[in-house]
């Protein structure tokens, strides 16, 4: 079964540091893997996905997520964090097939001035 | 630019009492979905639906629950008999492609008292 796990359940930043957020992932067979941004009283929306092309993928935002397979990761980074990014981040992960997406438990980033 | 919608907002009942939650997917979507989010927790996947027949349903969606598309535009979850448990954010989604991007709606607050 395909599970994530994303350690942390709060980070804090200050405005212009960077932003990491850590996703390690269980898969049987190739992952596509996704970063999700909820914030407050909204649905969720799709930052950026892998789905085994590039290993850098790029989303909206200015974030972007390394897809490791050695180390089974999909970080989601940003070099500078602004107050706008403070939302909560969710990785999820789903097979290559019928793609039911699995999420991780979230991560909230704080960003403060 | 389409959107996934959803009504109510806020859905307030009482135990044992059926409710109805419905989603308005994106116009030339084929796939859907609900999930949902308890207070604190991950998400959830709890039912698919392609071509007028459930795909798959994770084991929440037992025998109380239940989904219809009954006109070609409304994608809708029924709890027949509602518990203090099934408190939680409905979250629907669709897709377009086999390989596409799920796209959320706002979600609709469930409240059980």
């Known amino acids: 079964a395909q599970s994530v796990t994303q350690l942390g359940s709060h980070v804090s930043v200050s405005e212009g540091a960077l932003v990491l957020l850590r996703c390690n992932y269980s898969?049987?067979?190739?992952?596509?893997l996704f970063w999700y941004v909820q914030y407050p009283n909204q649905g969720l929306q799709l930052l950026l996905k892998y789905t085994s092309a590039a290993t850098l993928v790029k989303g909206i935002n200015g974030f972007e997520a390394e897809f490791k397979k050695s180390e089974t990761s999909f970080h989601l980074t940003k070099p500078s964090a602004h107050m706008s990014d403070a939302a909560e981040y969710f990785c999820?992960?789903?097979?290559?097939?019928?793609?039911?997406?699995?999420f991780g438990t979230g991560t909230r980033l704080l960003v403060s001035p | 630019e389409p959107e996934v919608t959803q009504t109510p907002s806020h859905q307030v009942t009482q135990m044992g009492q059926e409710v109805i939650l419905r989603c308005v997917p994106i116009?030339?979507?084929?796939?859907f979905y609900w999930y949902r989010q308890i207070l604190g927790q991950k998400v959830e996947f709890l039912v698919s639906?392609?071509?007028?027949?459930?795909?798959?349903k994770s084991e929440i969606f037992d025998d109380q629950f239940s989904v219809e598309r009954p006109d070609g535009s409304n994608f809708t979850l029924k709890i027949r008999s509602t518990k203090l448990e099934d408190s939680a954010m409905y979250f629907c989604?669709?897709?377009?492609?086999?390989?596409?991007?799920?796209?959320f709606g706002p979600g609709t607050r469930l409240t059980v008292l």
């Open positions: 999820a992960v789903s097979e290559t097939g019928f793609q039911k997406l699995v």
């Open positions: 989604a669709s897709r377009r492609d086999f390989d596409g991007e799920q796209f």
């Open positions: 639906f392609y071509n007028n027949e459930i795909s798959e």
């Open positions: 116009s030339n979507h084929l796939y």
């Open positions: 898969s049987s067979v190739p992952p596509y």
